[in-house]
């Protein structure tokens, strides 16, 4: 049985998405070597990863191209390599690796979990995270807590759910990254 | 805790914003320092003359990491010459003084970039070539030289500069590699580009020349060779700090999901 990892950057107060539907504010902070390195320097394995459509057509645009690669090679060849599920009834994904799921949101990620394989962790794609999470399909929550308060927006969580807290780590520059299993 | 590459991807994503904690990348623009500076369509642009070939360059945009200068280049000999973006460097300086300058470097060649990307998806890029050469309108040096109508046989019109123009800015602001698809930078790499060319007599050339951005200098020289001329041009670059857009307007973000 496969696990599903969630891996959301969130407000202090818990939304992964402002009122107006930016996310912008989830880089705000000052420059911090320590959390950069962190990013940059320490990423390695990977699995198979989850996106909803915006999410997914911004990661599209990006790390496939020669700038990401010249960028943060690493990264850009892990993503590219990746295999890579979409759930979005209006688009065909063109990147490498890249698949529509098929059929209904929900039924076609417990088949996915059933099956043989990697881990899946969904990045960002917060309306899809939180549907997932409402049906009980998320094993573990990464949550990257930035530390902006947006007084409104989305949310992750629209169910009560009592998680365990597995790990956590703090950043000079005020971003928490807190682990959770389900 | 370790990140996994896709967690690192989506943590450094946002486009031009730099990683984590980082703000966005500042506004970088090159101005030439330079007495003789002639505007066409909103950019200042040189030119230089020796010999018989005459070559122009103006700062077009920022494009993600690189900075896209737009040379244009005409043969007034009686020979062919070729132009080639590996004869072409560049050299960032913090003073004026060419003892702070670090030692050039070659512009982006757009055929190793091309490449990158026949690879990474797998299907030739690399037919759409050259034939610009001929075509294309050279809008910095027909608004002082008459050069288009030397090299396409034709009158140069104040409108058709100013067409030209106009197209250059559609162009400019379609080049936003960082946000585009794996197609629309193949398509600049492969149509805006300055690639290698044969100038026959009275033909002329032009396209963007691409440099990586060092955001500490404060001086930049672009130094182009055509047929053993040298046609240095220096630049002042002038960075601006951009603040992220939700410390500004929350509720103006763009929404990415």
């Known amino acids: ?182 | 805790m370790r990140l996994t590459f896709s967690q690192a991807a989506f943590l450094s994503m946002g486009g031009l914003v730099a990683i984590g904690c980082a703000t966005p990348l500042p506004l970088v623009r090159l101005k030439p320092d330079a007495p003789d500076i002639v505007w066409v369509g909103g950019r200042a642009s040189v030119q230089k003359e020796t010999t018989g070939v005459r070559v122009a360059a103006a700062f077009e945009h920022q494009d993600g990491s690189n900075l896209a200068v737009r040379v244009e280049i005409e043969n007034r000999t009686t020979d062919r010459l070729e132009v080639s973006p590996q004869e072409m460097t560049y050299s960032v300086c913090s003073a004026p003084a060419a003892a702070s300058c670090a030692p050039s470097q070659r512009v982006i060649d757009p055929e190793q970039i091309l490449t990158a990307l026949d690879v990474a998806q797998s299907r030739g890029v690399a037919e759409a070539a050259n034939s610009q050469a001929l075509n294309g309108t050279l809008v910095l040096l027909s608004a002082v030289g008459d050069v288009a109508s030397a090299a396409r046989g034709r009158p140069t019109t104040g409108s058709a500069t100013l067409v030209a123009a106009s197209a250059m800015e559609s162009d400019a602001a379609a080049q936003n590699s960082a946000q585009a698809s794996i197609a629309v930078q193949q398509q600049v790499w492969s149509d805006q580009a300055l690639r290698r060319n044969t100038l026959f007599p009275g033909q002329g050339t032009t396209g963007l020349v691409y440099l990586p951005i060092n955001s500490k200098a404060t001086y930049v020289w672009l130094q182009i060779t055509v047929a053993g001329r040298l046609f240095p041009f220096h630049f002042v670059q002038v960075l601006t700090p951009v603040q992220p857009a939700w410390a500004e307007q929350p509720q103006g973000a763009s929404e990415i999901r």
């Open chain 1, 1 to 182: 049985m496969r696990r599903l990892r969630v891996f959301e950057s969130i407000s202090v107060d818990g939304y992964f998405c402002d009122a107006g539907g930016g996310m912008d504010w989830a880089h705000a902070g000052r420059d911090d070597a320590e959390f950069g390195a962190w990013v940059g320097g320490n990423a390695s394995g990977g699995g198979e990863l989850l996106f909803g459509r915006k999410t997914y057509q911004m990661m599209e645009a990006f790390w496939p191209t020669p700038m990401a690669a010249q960028q943060m090679p690493a990264v850009a060849k892990g993503m590219n390599a990746a295999r890579k599920y979409v759930a979005s009834t209006t688009i065909r994904p063109t990147w490498t690796n890249a698949q529509l799921l098929p059929g209904e949101l929900l039924s076609a990620v417990r088949d996915l979990k059933a099956s043989d394989g990697p881990d899946v962790t969904v990045l960002g794609s917060g309306s899809v995270a939180a549907q997932l999470g409402a049906a009980g399909l998320v094993d573990e929550y990464q949550l990257v807590i930035i530390p902006v308060a947006l007084g409104g927006g989305r949310t992750l969580f629209t169910a009560g759910r009592q998680l365990r807290l597995i790990d956590q780590r703090a950043f000079r520059c005020g971003n928490v990254v807190l682990t959770y299993a389900t």
